[in-house]
Structures are given as C-alpha cells and as structure tokens.
C-alpha cells in the first residue's frame, strides 16, 4: 500500500515527536561528557550514553563543587556545568569557591600503572609487583614477580597484637592518631606520613593502591601545594568494628593550600578506618567530601 506524500510527512512527524524527548536527553548526556572532559574528569567516549564511567566522573565533579554526590546530572550540577541557565529570580548552585583543578587527594583519579611505571623508573620494582591482579591482567602484565599476599587479608604478627583487655585505641590514643595524621600531612616528610598507612589503602575513590604508589602521588601533590596546613575539630566521632579488629573516624578538617601565588581554604569532613587491634594501628582506607559553609 502506498501512502501519500501528506500522509508520510505526518507520519514522519509523529515519529520526530515522539523521539524528541530521547533526543534531548542524548544531547544533554553529551553536553555533560563534554564538559566533563573538559574539566579533565571524564575520559570516555562523548556518545550522549550514560555509563558507569559518566556517573563516576559526575560524583567526583559534585564532590568538588561540595554537591552531594549522587552520580546523575541535577538541575544543581547541569546548572554548575553551565549547562542550563538559571530562573530570572533562582540564586546561584551554592558551589565551593575552589580552582576547577584538583585541590584534594580525592579530586584525582589515579592512573595505577602509570604509577607503577614511574616508580619502576625510579627505583627498577617491578609495575606487575605493585599493581591489583585485576589491573595486571587488564594491562597483560604477568604476575609471576606479584609479591605475596598483596591481595589477601593483612599478616598480623602476634607479637604486635593488643591483649584482650584493651584491644582497642583508647580516645586518647584516637585523637593523637587523627592529629599526628594531619600534622604529617602538613609537612613535607613523605616517611612521617607514609608510616601510618597499611601496605594497601582503600585510597579515596581509587580502589586499593599499594602504598608505594601512594607515594608516588603524594609526591606529586606536595609538589602542586608545598604548603598545607590542617586543623582538625573538636569532635571526633568514632565506631569500633570488633569482628575486623578497625576503628572508624570521622572529623571535620579546616585546610589552608598555598602554592606561592594561590591560596585555598576550606573544610572537609574526614574518614579513616583504622587496623586497630596491634600496637601499631594502621590506615586501611581513607575518603574526604567537601564542607560547604
């Protein structure tokens, strides 16, 4: 059966129509890439398709504009990205007057063999040894030099382990760890600071990294803002995790960045979990999000 050219044309609207709300939010989806990318926080493809990858790279643009961290793209973040214009009497996306350049650890993504790379340069260990095996084998590293149990549960020397009746940090002993962490962080002593971490750390949104690799950032940031100072608060809040021998902390930090043109301040709100049942409590996994005020 044909159809006349009228009929067609109708048809074809309709069809347009229908697709057009598909359409819009495809270009939206883009646009977000795109700015995303430019921001050097998104490095996937720019196809107008949501992804893991897209909702990551969003989480960790709200974190730094002190949003909360929800993945998708609000009328608060698209209006952050400039991607929609505000109502004529619509007050400004309460943001955090910070450079859009990574302030904190957390604002960087890490590159775990590039890491591995640049310490192997420096110091010939091996890539493979530093690296998850999930990494190894996506980069087709061979495993055969990994070093043992770098991806099992800690060896605790029993030598190292407190008695049964005080198997954990007393809050004494919490608020000097929480102080000592920040004082190191402060200084340009990578040793000081570097002593507190277990050999992995759940590293802000990176997954575990070997605290090698640790360093090796670290570097890198203390190199980007040579003078940091943190204050830690009045309150630290803590839970105990008997059955895992940790401790959780939780503060709030007032920072000071300096890199001898800029200075940048705010507030962040901390949390460390601690291996806390030997005489030498280690940091197994850190995260920050932005205070705003």
């Given at each position: 059966?044909?159809?006349?050219?009228?009929?067609?044309?109708?048809?074809?609207?309709?069809?347009?129509?229908?697709?057009?709300?598909?359409?819009?939010?495809?270009?939206?989806?883009?646009?977000?890439?795109?700015?995303?990318?430019r921001?050097?926080?998104?490095?996937?493809?720019?196809?107008?398709?949501?992804?893991?990858e897209?909702?990551?790279?969003?989480?960790?643009?709200q974190?730094?504009?002190g949003?909360?961290?929800?993945?998708?793209a609000?009328?608060?973040?698209?209006?952050?990205?400039?991607?929609?214009?505000?109502?004529?009497n619509?007050?400004?996306?309460?943001?955090?007057?910070?450079?859009?350049e990574?302030?904190?650890?957390?604002?960087?993504?890490?590159?775990?063999?590039?890491?591995?790379d640049?310490?192997?340069?420096?110091?010939?260990?091996?890539?493979?040894?530093?690296?998850?095996?999930?990494?190894?084998?996506?980069?087709?590293?061979?495993?055969?030099?990994?070093?043992?149990?770098?991806?099992?549960?800690?060896?605790?020397?029993?030598?190292?382990?407190?008695?049964a009746?005080?198997?954990?940090?007393?809050?004494?002993?919490?608020?000097?760890?929480?102080?000592?962490?920040?004082?190191?962080?402060?200084?340009?002593?990578?040793?000081?600071?570097?002593?507190?971490?277990?050999?992995?750390?759940?590293?802000?949104?990176?997954?575990?990294?070997?605290?090698?690799?640790?360093?090796?950032?670290?570097?890198?940031?203390?190199?980007?803002?040579?003078?940091?100072?943190?204050?830690?608060?009045?309150?630290?809040?803590?839970?105990?995790?008997?059955?895992?021998?940790?401790?959780?902390?939780?503060?709030?930090?007032?920072?000071?960045?300096?890199d001898?043109?800029?200075?940048?301040?705010?507030?962040?709100?901390?949390?460390?979990?601690?291996?806390?049942a030997?005489?030498?409590?280690?940091?197994?996994?850190?995260?920050?999000?932005?205070?705003?005020?």
């Amino acid at each position: 059966m044909k159809l006349s050219r009228s009929v067609f044309v109708a048809t074809l609207l309709l069809v347009l129509a229908g697709s057009a709300p598909l359409l819009r939010a495809q270009d939206r989806t883009r646009s977000v890439q795109e700015e995303l990318r430019r921001r050097s926080l998104y490095f996937g493809n720019v196809d107008g398709r949501d992804s893991a990858e897209l909702q990551e790279a969003t989480k960790r643009y709200q974190r730094r504009k002190g949003f909360a961290a929800s993945g998708q793209a609000d009328p608060t973040t698209l209006r952050s990205l400039g991607l929609i214009e505000r109502g004529p009497n619509e007050a400004p996306p309460k943001e955090l007057d910070w450079p859009a350049e990574p302030i904190l650890p957390s604002d960087e993504r890490l590159d775990s063999v590039a890491l591995a790379d640049s310490l192997s340069e420096e110091t010939g260990i091996a890539p493979v040894s530093v690296v998850s095996e999930k990494v190894a084998k996506k980069h087709g590293l061979t495993t055969k030099s990994r070093r043992q149990g770098s991806s099992a549960a800690p060896v605790i020397d029993e030598t190292q382990v407190r008695a049964a009746d005080s198997a954990f940090m007393t809050p004494q002993e919490i608020a000097r760890f929480a102080e000592e962490y920040f004082r190191s962080r402060g200084s340009n002593d990578l040793k000081r600071q570097l002593r507190l971490y277990a050999d992995e750390v759940d590293y802000y949104s990176n997954g575990k990294i070997d605290r090698r690799l640790i360093e090796q950032t670290l570097r890198r940031y203390h190199a980007r803002w040579p003078r940091r100072k943190y204050r830690v608060g009045n309150l630290i809040r803590y839970t105990r995790v008997p059955d895992r021998g940790e401790i959780i902390l939780t503060f709030a930090v007032t920072l000071t960045l300096r890199d001898g043109t800029r200075t940048v301040k705010g507030e962040t709100e901390n949390r460390l979990v601690i291996r806390a049942a030997t005489v030498d409590p280690r940091i197994v996994s850190i995260s920050e999000r932005r205070i705003r005020r």
